[in-house]
T-cell receptor
Framework: GEDVEQSLFLSVREGDSSVINCTYT??????LYWYKQEPGAGLQLLTY?????DMKQDQRLTVLLNKKDKHLSLRIADTQTGDSAIYFC?????????????FGRGTSLIVHP | KAGVTQTPRYLIKTRGQQVTLSCSPISGHRSVSWYQQTPGQGLQFLFEYFSETQRNKGNFPGRFSGRQFSNSRSEMNVSTLELGDSALYLCASSSRDSGETQYFGPGTRLLVL
């Protein structure tokens, strides 16, 4: 079945850039997503990218997709303490009339002063 | 637009009891999906409802069931609760107009004693 893998932890200094990496196995993935989860909260959609794109930028966020290597990354510029959270990578393709994402286990981003 | 809402936010039950959780999707969204999130298993897909019909189903036992009403609100039910059912239950809604992207509610945290 489909699998999405991420490293579990990332620690960065405030003001630096953070890069969170993700690999997936499903070559028919149509959408790839990044979600953020803060303690005690649900998942907040940060951004998503179509599989026919290789880059998407949205303010401090840059998503890079290497479809050949099935590698997705999220770069957060000028990381702030408020960015500390768990970041989930997910992929989906059309199944039964809908797009149900498969999630990675999440990367805990720790931002220290 | 108001986001996805879930009630109750917290719940404590004992083994053998049953529980019903409720989810109201974003206005205009007709698809509602349910997920279980635990530290051990991560985010796992339970089922998806669209126009009052179950359209996709994950790999959970029959104790987990759901339904959707004509106003797209959804409920999920867990019967004969087990300790391992303790988890954060997340609901997400989506629509074709939103690019099929799933928007999550804050979740219901269930503790089974």
């Amino acid at each position: 079945g489909e699998d999405v893998e991420q490293s579990l932890f990332l620690s960065v200094r405030e003001g630096d850039s953070s890069v969170i990496n993700c690999t997936y196995t499903d070559s028919s993935s149509t959408y790839l997503y990044w979600y953020k989860q803060e303690p005690g909260a649900g998942l907040q959609l940060l951004t998503y990218i179509f599989s026919n794109m290789d880059m998407k930028q949205d303010q401090r966020l840059t998503v890079l997709l290497n479809k050949k290597d099935k590698h997705l990354s999220l770069r957060i510029a000028d990381t702030q303490t408020g960015d500390s959270a768990i970041y989930f990578c997910a992929e989906s393709n059309r199944s039964g009339g809908s797009y149900i994402p498969t999630f990675g286990r999440g990367t805990s981003l720790i931002v220290h002063p | 637009k108001a986001g996805v809402t879930q009630t109750p936010r917290y719940l404590i039950k004992t083994r053998g009891q049953q529980v019903t959780l409720s989810c109201s999707p974003i206005s205009g969204h007709r698809s509602v999906s349910w997920y279980q999130q635990t530290p051990g298993q991560g985010l796992q897909f339970l089922f998806e409802y669209f126009s009052e019909t179950q359209r996709n189903k994950g790999n959970f036992p029959g104790r987990f069931s759901g339904r959707q009403f004509s106003n797209s609100r959804s409920e999920m039910n867990v019967s004969t609760l087990e300790l391992g059912d303790s988890a954060l239950y997340l609901c997400a809604s989506s629509s074709r107009d939103s690019g099929e992207t799933q928007y999550f509610g804050p979740g219901t945290r269930l503790l089974v004693l």
